[in-house]
């Protein structure tokens, strides 16, 4: 087997499949034998050698089969469709929101879908056909994968609303400190999700409006169930999105009014003591005439004098309510 072949095998049409275990096997294979799935890393040169040799596609196909950034969507080509989806990153040390790219040709008698990175929702068609409880046919193969791509957001998702009901609590204890690094990040993490569900629905959605030889009418079924799971998760993702706005408008405007209660504190004890150092200032100036200098007295009625004015002031406040 050459490099890059992740698993090649032919379908019963009873819910298990047959493995083929060398390159000329998979190089001779025919319709007859029964419908191929191929899945390839496209990372390496000699998966990518394979599809060029195959001639189910052309250059311009190949290019769009194995670039870098795809964006979820479906298309016809020459020689059957190309449907290009996502699905959330559950790999170790990983970010859920990178979401891991899977492309599929398809045709009446094979499908080939490509990764560079592990998904674990291949990894599930491939164990059920191995139970004997897999997919019977190309329509099957492609409506259970889908659905198991869409079914594994679920997870993400209910830890997104699960995080938010955290910052939400922490509004309500003003002692602790808030996270707003860890507020910041998760809005991120749900507006990198949406970015690619909104055309992940509507490639699902034109599956199933579209007439393809390959997908039964029967599937369509599924594939509306799974389409109407994405748009739910979709709603979620926006009501995420909304909360986190509402969380973060919250802590500023609190940050705010705690500014502005500080400034106003600041403001009153300054107005207060405004007058006093006036006249502090002016009683300490080191010329002659200052009254009461030889009054023994002098300074007891001058300190008696400030506090009956700082309580006048604080009078005058108070019945403007400003205190």
Do not use: C
């Given at each position: 087997m050459f490099n890059g072949l992740l698993h090649a095998l032919t379908l019963d049409e009873q819910g298990g499949a047959?493995?083929?275990?060398?390159?000329?096997?998979?190089?001779?294979?025919?319709?007859?034998?029964?419908?191929?799935?191929?899945?390839?890393?496209?990372?390496?040169?000699?998966?990518?050698?394979?599809?060029?040799?195959?001639?189910?596609?052309?250059?311009?196909?190949?290019?769009?089969?194995?670039?870098?950034?795809?964006?979820?969507r479906i298309t016809k080509v020459t020689n059957g469709c190309m449907l290009?989806?996502?699905?959330?990153?559950?790999?170790?040390?990983?970010?859920?929101?990178?979401?891991?790219?899977?492309?599929?040709?398809?045709?009446?008698?094979?499908?080939?879908?490509?990764?560079?990175?592990?998904?674990?929702?291949?990894?599930?068609?491939?164990?059920?056909?191995?139970?004997?409880?897999?997919p019977c046919s190309i329509s099957e193969l492609v409506c259970q994968l889908t659905h198991n791509l869409t079914s594994r957001m679920q997870g993400v998702?209910?830890?997104?609303?699960?995080?938010?009901?955290?910052?939400?609590?922490?509004?309500?204890e003003p002692t602790k400190r808030f996270d707003n690094q860890g507020l910041s990040q998760l809005r991120r993490q749900t507006i990198g999700l949406k970015r690619y569900l909104k055309p992940q629905k509507e490639a699902l959605t034109m599956l199933m409006t579209n007439r393809y030889s390959w997908l039964d009418e029967n599937d369509k079924a599924k594939l509306n169930e799974t389409t109407n799971l994405l748009i739910r998760f979709?709603?979620?993702?926006?009501?995420?999105?909304?909360?986190?706005?509402?969380?973060?408008?919250?802590?500023?405007?609190?940050?705010?009014?705690?500014?502005?209660?500080?400034?106003?504190?600041?403001?009153?004890?300054?107005?207060?003591?405004?007058?006093?150092g006036f006249l502090t200032g002016l009683l300490g100036v080191n010329v002659g005439g200052i009254p009461g200098t030889e009054s023994p007295y002098a300074f007891s009625a001058f300190v008696i004098f400030l506090v009956v004015l700082t309580g006048a002031i604080g009078v005058y406040f108070k019945n403007k309510r400003w205190l």
């Open positions: 047959h493995i083929i275990e060398s390159s000329t096997d998979l190089n001779n294979w025919q319709p007859e034998q029964g419908k191929l799935w191929v899945h390839l890393d496209y990372s390496q040169a000699d998966a990518i050698e394979w599809l060029k040799n195959s001639e189910l596609l052309t250059d311009y196909e190949l290019a769009s089969l194995t670039a870098d950034e795809t964006r979820p290009f989806l996502r699905g959330v990153n559950l790999n170790p040390a990983q970010s859920p929101e990178d979401m891991v790219s899977i492309r599929l040709f398809i045709n009446e008698n094979i499908v080939i879908t490509t990764r560079k990175r592990r998904l674990l929702s291949v990894q599930d068609v491939l164990m059920s056909l191995t139970e004997k409880a897999g998702i209910d830890n997104l609303d699960d995080s938010l009901d955290e910052f939400e609590d922490e509004i309500d979709i709603e979620e993702l926006d009501n995420s999105i909304e909360r986190a706005q509402i969380i973060q408008q919250t802590i500023t405007s609190q940050v705010s009014e705690q500014l502005n209660q500080r400034m106003y504190v600041m403001s009153v004890v300054a107005a207060l003591f405004l007058p006093l």
